[in-house]
């Protein structure tokens, strides 16, 4: 039985001669929809090209090519002297679809897999669109040599060299990695060769990459508290059992872990400046670490992100310099010493692991972009890389002293300030103890002005509150403005408190 | 008890004066190994800085200055009036490590974590670090307009919007979201919106979000086979429970997976253009899939790698266009379009996921390279993204046409060439049945061109001898040379085998 061509139908196609897509297109896709929508039914004889031309106002040749295009993908099939008809498909997305109706439901989908769903409790994306002060972990943007990096960059692609197009090494590029393990040498002890270095997109994909490369499902790993938050998320993520561990004045609190929790597989610390608190770890809690990671056979992470910026002393040196054991990985990031959209950072890891490593960035990502890796690679050796350092390091401890005077001026019945030697934020403790920083941190945003409570970098430990400022983004001449209008902020966020 | 200072020891501290590093930092190393090392004892009275300073030829202030950086590092201590003293530290870490010795080891070790082992299995790394004809998967570098890319970037770097240099949302830039969903409306007939799109570091790293958010350790995931073998050691790394689907003229065979497999959470495609047999799905294959998602509740991932280059008839719209029930997750790339080192491509999801995708996003690598996504934004707005499609579509017709007449010519009797009418590869199927096609791609490496070996994308499959050649990075007048290499080596490799 032959169906009759729905006339009707075909008029209501509305193709737009105006529009910028291709008549071709629009016909095609149409069609497509009414075949798939069923409003076109199976073994519907289509009109003749010639007369569906006139009735859309558009060429013949035009429909005669829609119509080929949709026989060959299998949605109208040809009789020979006969006509053209729709194919007889079989298939239930020929009526509409229930799920289809999910789609523009706001609140989460309580039929999504679990992980989606746990997904969605993540504190980690926490207002990552645009920079301003005192956001924390952010550097100096505006002092960015820009020019310079933009001839590096335009010299790397223009030097007619294909392989800096193509994919490279999943480690990453030679050059790189020598030019890292020569930093790390003078800048943190690290005696380690090229061949121990691993290219990644940054220190959270560094994160990952431990996780999927050590991590066996269930293992228990220690982690700071309070501390960084995107670790603790991706590490439970990615089937880690995570315990917290508190600081104390020596930092990372190994007794209380020993005595509180399981083995651990991999223990999360941030020896040289401790994040968010800042506490330096002190040289006998390292090698108490190091001792107990080599009998009990842990890995130790040692995230050092912003250890190029100390303003009293120098930084100690690493922990993975102090150790020739092989169980220590330690991870850097270029987000702080340069800026955060070039997307690299690195891992320095026993010589064992370097393949498995390069391996797990295979399936992860394939590899970082090579053009931003021999990029970073010549302004690191042309000896950019450490001027901006230098130079960095002097501003921001200009803009440290400017916060703090600020603070000092404007705030000091409401922050103790924590003592600031190094790294890239202040920490102001509420002198008012039954504050909620992360209300009084939502107060301060609304006034346009950034930071982070010492909340949200918590996981069981209850601190009294405060929050987390970031200064080294925070232009120079703007820092008093932004601290009166963060103060007006919170003075207006305690009096409502009180009143109520 | 006070031990003697060790003046032979100091003797051959071996600073050097004429190197480029810091005279501080040498002597500050040194001492530091000396005490860890255990050779400078506890409580060993250090000499008096004029006596060090004196024997190593160096000024008295360096070494006090040294001396007071290992006092505050907690190395050394200073005894008011009485000297400075060795500190006394208790660690293992001061004595010779046995695990220090294992750094050398060549083979894996057996004591690695388990998934660090089997890292070291997968194919997927195979010679990913310089381009030769004929690698499959690489574009025409020699090609690409190097010259307009290079100053799109330096424009968005020099712009004086510090936004651009910061993290930005980890679902990615919204301007390159907008345009990447007017090109797949364009190409692909599909319709999303920006919010469905999450921007990624390329494909593989598209698949790695999916197995993070989608899969639970041990959820069945079904993957053609031969098919992407980075995908499947991938979602196998991740915990999936991998099982291989053979194909058949019609693509993926659904009937096989039913029949002797459980029901499973994910199911990996590459409809437009098998990977890597080039089979086209028909579109009966596609409802039928479609319909079983919606029944079983699976995710169809839909890998469109290469979509943009079809020959002969327009791509068929992909899958996702087809079906309004968000059950497909379409996964693009700009490795292929555009070039590898770029590390971008992106990801399609139904909107209730996209919240779910951009926190996985935040927890494996943070975000895309804010920098890199404007460049290309602006790129596709401004025409020169589809002006270069179009220009390769042409470039790889004639690449392939050169490459197919120059095997019929030169190796009518080694190679049955599978028909090519999309993509940036060909498969030429070995005509002696018995040989190794992985022998065979060793012989044509050693001849210094490119291919991979059918049987590397097989995980249960066994199929008959065949290479895979990819023509679209070879340049046409190398062409001809570059198959009577690859001829040669083969002839030579037969031979070798039946002379045996």
Redesign the interface.
Known sequence: MVKKTGGALFSTLNIDTSSN?PLY?QL??KL?QLI?GGELAARTRMPATRQLAADLGISRLTVKNVYE?LI????LWAKQGSGTYV?Q??????R??S??E????VQ??P???????S??H?K??TR????RAFRPG?PA??L?P??A??DA??RV??ANN?????????SGLEELKQAIAGHVL?HR?IKCSSSQVII???A??AF?LIA??????GDVTWMEDPGHI?IR??MR???GDVRSVPIDVEGFSLKYAIRNYPKS?VIFTTPSHQHPLGVVM???RR??L??FA??S?SWIVEDDYDSEFHYT??A??ALQ???????VLYVGSF?KSL?????LGYLIC????A??????Q???????????QKTLANFMVDGNFNAHIRKMRLTYRQRRDRLISSLEQHAPDLFELEPCHAGMHLIGWLKVPQASDSEVAECIWAAGVDCLPISIFCDKQRLRPGIVLGFACAVEDQIEGNVMRLTEAVRYYLSAQSGA
Chains 1, 2 share one sequence.
């Open positions: 897509r297109r095609e896709t497509r798939l295009q060959a993908e299998g949605f194919e498909l079989q298939s239930n997305a020929l509409p679809q799920v289809a999910k789609q523009h439901v989460p989908d039929s999504l897999p679990p992980r989606a769903r997904l969605g993540s980690a994306t990552l669109d645009r920079v952010i943007l505006d960015f820009r020019r990096w933009a960059y335009s692609l223009r294909d392989d800096f197009l193509g994919y490279g090494s999943s003078d002890g990644t997109s940054g959270q994909q990952s999927m490369t050590l991590l066996e499902p995107a998320d991706s993520l990615l089937g597989r002190s040289l006998q090698l108490d190091l001792d080599n009998q056979e002393d120098r100690l040196p310099a102090l150790h020739s054991g092989g169980r987000s800026f955060p959209a070039l997307r026993p010589s064992e692991l393949s498995s490593f390069a391996a797990a295979t399936l992860l990502s394939q590899n970082v972009s090579l053009l931003q």
